[in-house]
C-alpha cells in the first residue's frame, strides 16, 4: 500500500491506486471546492488505516452472543492535530475512523513573503504524551509551519508523534527530517520542488483556499 522513499527514510508515500486517482482529481484545476473537500477527506481516511498500523492493542475478553473470547482494543488516548486552516480539511476523514480520538489545535499562517510561519492559536489537551499524536496538514512546502508545530506539541509534552500530509515537497521534507528526525511523515504525493513563492510544484494550488472557496 505504501512505500518508504529511498531519499527520506522518515517519509511514507503511499502509492494504492484510489489515493493516487483521488489525489489527481484534487490536482486538477478544474475540481470544485465541494468536490476538492469530499476527496480531500476521502483520502486522509485511506491514509489511516496505515498511519496508525503501529498503534499498540490491549488484549481484552469480549462476549460475543455465541461465547467468551479473547480480542483486541486500543486504549491509549489518540490525538489529532489539524493546523489551521487546511488540516480541518482532513480532520473529518480521520475521525471517520476512529471517533474516539481527541482533537487539539494548532493555527499557523505562512507570512507570503518571508515564508515563516506565524503561529495564532495553541488548544491541546493536557496530556498529550498519554499516547500517539498525529498533526495533520495537507501542505508541507517548506516544513516551516510543521516543525514549528511540531516544536509547539514536544513542548505541550507529546512524545510520539506522526504527521499525514496530501502532498510534500523534497524541501520540506528534508526541513521536518533535519528538525525533528523522529517523525515519520505520511504522505499521498512528493512533488518536484518549490517555486519562488514557496508553493509546491507540481502541487494543487493553496490549499486552504481551494477548501474554503476563499480563491
Ligand atoms: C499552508 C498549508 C501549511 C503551510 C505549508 O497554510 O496548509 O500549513 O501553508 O507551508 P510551509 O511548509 O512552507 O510552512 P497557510 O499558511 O497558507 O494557511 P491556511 O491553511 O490558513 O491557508
Ligand atoms: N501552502 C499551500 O496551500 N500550497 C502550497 O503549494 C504551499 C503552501
Known amino acids: ?10 517519509l511514507i508515500v503511499f502509492d494504492h491506486p484510489l489515493i493516487r486517482h483521488k489525489l489527481t482529481w484534487m490536482r486538477d484545476e478544474a475540481t470544485s471546492f465541494r468536490a476538492f473537500r469530499a476527496l480531500l477527506e476521502q483520502i486522509a481516511g485511506l491514509m489511516v488505516y496505515e498511519v496508525t ?9 469480549v462476549r460475543t452472543p455465541m461465547q467468551r473470547m479473547r480480542g483486541w482494543r486500543v486504549e ?6 489539524p493546523v489551521l486552516r487546511a488540516g480541518l480539511g482532513m480532520t ?4 471517520e475512523l476512529m471517533p474516539e480520538a481527541r482533537v487539539g489545535h494548532l493555527g499557523m499562517a505562512r507570512d507570503e513573503a518571508t515564508l515563516e510561519p506565524r503561529a495564532y492559536l495553541n488548544k491541546l489537551p493536557g496530556d498529550l504524551d498519554a499516547g500517539p499524536v498525529i ?19 514536544r513542548e505541550a509534552g507529546a512524545s510520539d508523534l506522526r504527521m499525514i500530509c496530501l502532498v510534500a515537497a523534497p524541501e520540506g521534507v528534508r526541513r521536518l527530517a533535519k528538525d525533528h528526525p523522529e517523525v515519520t511523515v505520511y504522505t499521498a504525493g ?21 477548501l474554503f472557496g476563499t480563491t
Open 76 to 81: 491509549t488516548p489518540i490525538t489529532v492535530v
Open 135 to 153: 498533526l495533520v496538514d495537507p501542505m508541507l512546502a517548506t516544513g516551516g509551519s510543521a516543525s514549528a508545530a511540531m516544536g509547539m506539541l
Open 190 to 210: 512528493l512533488d518536484e520542488r518549490l517555486n519562488e513563492q514557496g508553493y509546491i510544484l507540481p502541487g494543487l494550488g493553496d490549499a486552504g483556499d481551494r
Open 1 to 10: 500500500m505504501s512505500l518508504s522513499h529511498p531519499e527520506h527514510p522518515n
Open 92 to 95: 473529518g476523514g480521520i475521525l
Open 53 to 61: 498500523r503501529s498503534f499498540e492493542t490491549v488484549e481484552v475478553e
